[in-house]
Antibody
C-alpha cells in the first residue's frame, strides 16, 4: 500500500533552517510528484510547491521563493523540504502529499504531518 | 491567483441529515476541483477528484458535482464519523489553492 512517512517534530529558533523528510513506499517513486502543504495552528491548508520526482523539476509558491528548497533522493524514495530563515509565522504542520505536479492533478496520499515550531 | 470561496464556514448537523457544501472559484477551472476531508489531528484525505469522481474506498454517501466556477460536495445521510473540516482545492492553474474550509459538526 502507498505510504508517506514524515520525519519527527522540530523546534527551531527564528532565523534557523529546518529540513523535513518524506519517505515513500508502495509505488514507483519516479512516476509521481510530491507536493508540500502546510497548515498553521487553527488555520487552513496552504500550498507550498511541488517537485517532480523523476527529474527534480520544482515549482514553489511565490511567497516562499528564495527560502524553500524541495529535493528528492531516488535511491531511497524520499522527498525533502528545506525552509530557511524561519520566522514565527512559519510555525505549522507540514505535509507531503503524492501528486499535484501535473495540471489538473490531485493529492491522493498524504504523510502524517510534521510539526515545526519556530520560537525563541 | 484563483480564489476558492466555500460556504458555509460552519455547519451543525444532526445525524442522517443531508449536508451540502459549495465551493466557488474566482474564474473557470473546468473540472480541476478536488475535495478533501480533514478530521481533528489527522492529515487531509482525498474524497472526490475532478469534481465528481469518488476516490477509492470513499463511502457512497459522499458525492460531488459542478464545473466551471461552481461546485458542490454533498454528504447524504450524515454519520457521526463525518465530523470534520472539508476543503476544496483547484489544480487548474498556479499557484494551487484551497478553499478556506467548512467545518461540519454533529449535533
Amino acid at each position: 500500500q502507498v505510504q508517506l512517512v514524515q520525519s519527527g517534530a522540530e523546534v527551531k529558533k527564528p532565523g534557523a533552517s529546518v529540513k523535513v523528510s518524506c519517505k515513500t513506499s508502495g509505488y514507483t517513486f519516479t512516476s509521481y510528484g510530491i507536493t508540500w502543504v502546510r497548515q498553521a495552528p487553527g488555520q487552513g491548508l496552504e500550498w507550498m510547491g511541488w517537485i517532480t520526482a523523476y527529474n527534480g523539476n520544482t515549482n514553489y509558491a511565490q511567497k516562499l521563493q528564495g527560502r524553500v528548497t524541495m529535493t528528492t533522493d531516488t535511491s531511497t524514495n524520499t522527498a525533502y523540504m528545506e525552509l530557511r530563515s524561519l520566522r514565527s509565522d512559519d510555525t505549522a504542520v507540514y505535509y507531503c502529499a503524492r501528486g499535484g505536479e501535473k495540471s489538473g492533478s490531485y493529492f491522493d496520499y498524504w504523510g502524517q504531518g510534521t510539526l515545526v515550531t519556530v520560537s525563541s | 491567483e484563483i480564489v476558492l470561496t466555500q460556504s458555509p464556514d460552519f455547519q451543525s448537523v444532526t445525524p442522517k441529515e443531508k449536508v451540502t457544501i459549495t465551493c466557488r472559484a474566482s474564474q473557470s477551472i473546468g473540472s480541476s476541483l478536488h475535495w478533501y476531508q480533514q478530521k481533528p489531528d489527522q492529515s487531509p484525505k482525498l474524497l472526490i477528484k475532478y469534481a465528481s469522481q469518488s476516490f477509492s474506498g470513499v463511502p457512497s454517501r459522499f458525492s460531488g458535482s459542478g464545473s466551471g466556477t461552481d461546485f458542490t460536495l454533498t454528504i447524504n445521510s450524515l454519520e457521526a464519523e463525518d465530523a470534520a473540516t472539508y476543503y476544496c482545492h483547484q489544480s487548474s492553474s498556479l499557484p494551487r489553492t484551497f478553499g478556506q474550509g467548512t467545518k461540519v459538526e454533529i449535533k
